[in-house]
């Protein structure tokens, strides 16, 4: 069975400073994707950032990186020059390749504040 | 914006009622997901569907159905309403969600709210 790990349920940041979010997986699927939302108060669910399980070299899209370790199973999240904006509700997320769908498994979420 | 669009935005109803969430794809996206985000189970996988047929069912009541119509828009019938069907739920997309293809992003709807009283 697929499982998401998410172990920080919440997480304060000074403005301006890096933090990482972790998320550590598991699947026996060769292959497989793993992806961040973020959730704001407001409740939508934004697609920040995927991984492949056989890129080579970790995403980035902005601020936004992912620090991808496949032998350690883990796909943490790293939001650098943290802005008040940034405060919400983090899922990590993975898709495998195996059954007949692409339905995604979610972990538990880690609520991140920003402090100014 | 994600280019997903969910009506209505809040459902306030009550037990034993039933009601329609209705969901409109992205442009061109050939899957339509539903999920449950409720407070004690987290984030569940509903249901699927790929290009009309159903493609996959995760953790769906079955008081709960869904359908989607030939313009690819989507619907999640609720009948028979509990207390704990009151839950936020999306509507998400993909281009395609075949199997196999793990490199689908997902984009999500802003959600509805449902309220069951």
């Known amino acids: 069975a697929q499982k998401i790990t998410q172990t920080q349920p919440g997480m304060f940041v000074q403005e301006k400073e890096a933090v990482t979010l972790d998320c550590t997986y598991d699947t026996s699927d060769q292959s497989y994707g793993l992806f961040w939302y973020k959730q704001p108060s407001s409740g939508e669910m934004i697609f920040l950032i995927y991984q492949g399980s056989y890129d080579e070299q970790n995403a980035t899209e902005g601020r936004y990186s992912l620090n991808f370790q496949k032998a350690r199973k883990s796909a943490n999240l790293v939001i650098s020059a943290s802005q008040l904006g940034d405060s919400a509700m983090y899922f990590c997320a993975m898709r495998g390749s195996s059954g007949n769908t692409g339905k995604l498994i979610f972990g538990q979420g880690t609520t991140l504040q920003v402090k100014p | 914006d994600s280019g997903v669009t969910q009506t209505p935005k809040h459902l306030i109803t009550a037990t034993g009622q039933r009601v329609t969430l209705r969901c409109s794809p992205r442009s061109g996206d050939l899957s339509v997901y539903w999920y449950q985000q409720s407070l004690d189970q987290g984030l569940q996988f509903l249901i699927q569907y790929y290009n009309g047929e159903e493609r996959a069912k995760g953790n769906i009541l079955e008081r709960f159905s869904a359908q989607q119509f030939p313009d690819l828009h989507s619907e999640l019938n609720l009948s028979s309403l509990e207390l704990g069907d009151s839950a936020l739920y999306f509507c998400?997309?993909?281009?395609?969600?075949?199997?196999?293809?793990?490199?689908?992003?997902?984009?999500f709807g802003p959600g509805t709210r449902l309220t069951v009283l």
């Open positions: 998400a997309s993909s281009a395609l969600g075949v199997a196999g293809i793990y490199t689908d992003t997902q984009y």
